[in-house]
């Protein structure tokens, strides 16, 4: 079943065109992984999708359900219930953006309980079981500013879960980890691939690309340049871009 | 130490008037210093650039000539004239000119807030009020605490601008007893008085910035 469509994508920032025809779809329990240079618009494009972005051309359709569309005239059209559908797909961002004031347990259960409604007793029992996933249930009571980096974002990883989300985008998540912390956040994603989620990273993790997708596409200058398997992209790349892409961080 | 003991119902009575401006200028300054500044960093221009002037003025001016102005000076406006008692007047100045400085204080802890609090709270389906009661405000607080503190700590003292209307207040009442008495230990136990209020405030700023350390 497709869960994502996006279709001509195009975003500008004032006059800088960042996003210039971007088209992609992702299949349910797909891991698209999304690498490229810095500049090259992978974040941006990633933030169009759950409407952190506004979009400039083009359309969006969330589990047949469409977010965004465009008309003949160039005009962009946001669904009445765009947020809803947005807030469909759990977001995991670079810088965690844990909430501070609140424990690990509170981070969790914040939305489910005043967003959703859910029962607290309920969504308790299952931040919980999130955190024993995510191996930190012992961490429950402590604020989030306590925690290393790789702990904050495996919260932050179980925030987004306990929403329930169909989707899972992933934006640079060990970009600000040392070494050492990013292998068990890839450790978490790799667990969460392996339960069949659908997700979308954007990562300069090459070795979790190459290992945990199914799809790699290599986007750069606004295009997405190249895209395939792991090994047709990484083992027998055809763009000349992509080429000296990998040339570069390999060395 | 007979004679401070016998001044000292007086200046009790001063305080009492004192504190009562002081209470209720806090009470109604600090919500209008919250609602102008969302009004400060909302997207329409026109209500930023009124609130805008609106904070230029009351801080560019001195509080003593607002005071004069809304006492003295109101009733000769046209349409608008009203004649307010002594004490309304103070309140009304004191609110509005508190009102602009609480105002810069609580724009300046919105800004402070990173913006990926907000994409956070978006992403989890929080609508704006949701975000700001439950995500921003907490955090702002904890940001503002100490300037608010300072402003709490200057109005103690500013409170005693109302002498000019002639109110007895703790200043006015001590400087009563200096002239009636040709005793200058009713200023000694003023700033006896204005210490303590001020202490006890710091005691409890104090007491909330502990309380708001334990997230860091």
């Known amino acids: 079943m497709r869960k994502i469509e996006a279709k001509s994508i195009c975003k500008k920032f004032d006059d800088l065109e960042v996003l210039k025809s971007i088209d992609m779809t992702v299949d349910e329990g797909e891991v698209v992984a999304i690498i490229g240079p810095s500049g090259g618009g992978k974040s941006t494009f990633l933030r169009c999708l759950n409407k952190l972005e506004t979009i400039n051309g083009g359309t969006i359709i969330i589990d047949g ?63 919980e079981a999130l955190l024993e996933k995510v191996g930190l249930l012992d961490k429950r009571d402590q604020y989030p500013l306590r925690l290393s980096g790789g702990q904050q974002q495996r919260v932050a990883i179980a925030r987004a879960l306990c929403m329930k989300p169909d989707i899972m985008l992933f934006d640079e998540p060990t970009s600000s ?20 989620m659908t997700m979308v990273v954007v990562t300069h993790e090459m070795g979790f690309a190459r290992e945990v997708a199914t799809k790699v596409l290599f986007m750069a200058d606004g295009y997405i340049q190249e895209q395939g398997t792991p090994e047709e992209v990484f083992g027998n790349p055809k763009n000349e871009r992509l080429k000296s892409f990998l040339k570069s961080i390999l060395k | 130490m007979d004679y401070i003991i016998s001044i000292i119902p007086q200046m009790l009575m001063g305080t009492v008037d004192t504190l009562r401006l002081f209470f209720i200028t806090i009470v109604l300054a600090i ?23 609106y904070v230029y003025v009351l801080r560019g001016t001195p509080l003593m000539l ?60 929080m609508n704006y009020a949701q975000t700001m009661k439950r995500i921003i405000l907490p955090q702002v607080f904890k940001i503002i605490l100490p300037p608010v503190s300072n402003e709490t700590i200057t109005l103690v003292k500013d409170t005693s601008l109302i002498y000019v209307l002639a109110m007895n207040d703790l200043l006015r009442t001590t400087r009563n007893l200096v002239q009636r ?20 405030l710091t005691y409890g700023f104090n007491k909330l910035e502990k309380h708001f350390a334990r997230w860091d």
Do not use: W
């Open chain 1, 65 to 127: 359900e469409t977010l965004v569309s465009t008309d003949e005239n160039g005009n962009v059209r946001y669904a009445d219930n765009s947020s809803r559908i947005a807030c469909r797909m759990g977001m995991v961002f670079q810088q965690f953006n844990l909430f501070p004031h609140m424990t690990v347990l509170e981070n969790l259960m914040e939305a489910p309980v005043h967003v959703q409604k859910r029962n607290p007793a309920e969504v308790q029992k299952e931040a």
């Open chain 1, 177 to 196: 980890l040392d070494p050492e912390l990013t292998g068990e956040v890839l450790k978490t994603m790799r667990n969460l691939a392996e339960d069949h």
């Open chain 2, 31 to 53: 919500p209008l210093g919250i609602l102008l500044a969302f009004c400060r960093v909302s997207s329409f221009k026109l209500l930023r650039d009124v609130v805008a002037a």
């Open chain 2, 66 to 125: 607002q005071l004069l102005f809304v006492y003295f000076g109101l009733p000769f406006i046209p349409v608008i004239g009203i004649r307010l008692d002594d004490f309304p007047a103070a309140v009304l100045a004191f609110v509005l000119n508190y009102g602009a400085y609480f105002c810069e204080i609580f724009r300046a802890g919105l800004q402070a807030i990173p913006r990926g609090q907000f994409e956070a709270a978006k992403t989890l389906g």
């Open chain 2, 181 to 200: 008495d040709f005793n200058i230990m009713p200023f000694v136990v003023a700033a006896v008085f204005y210490l303590v209020m001020s202490m006890i």
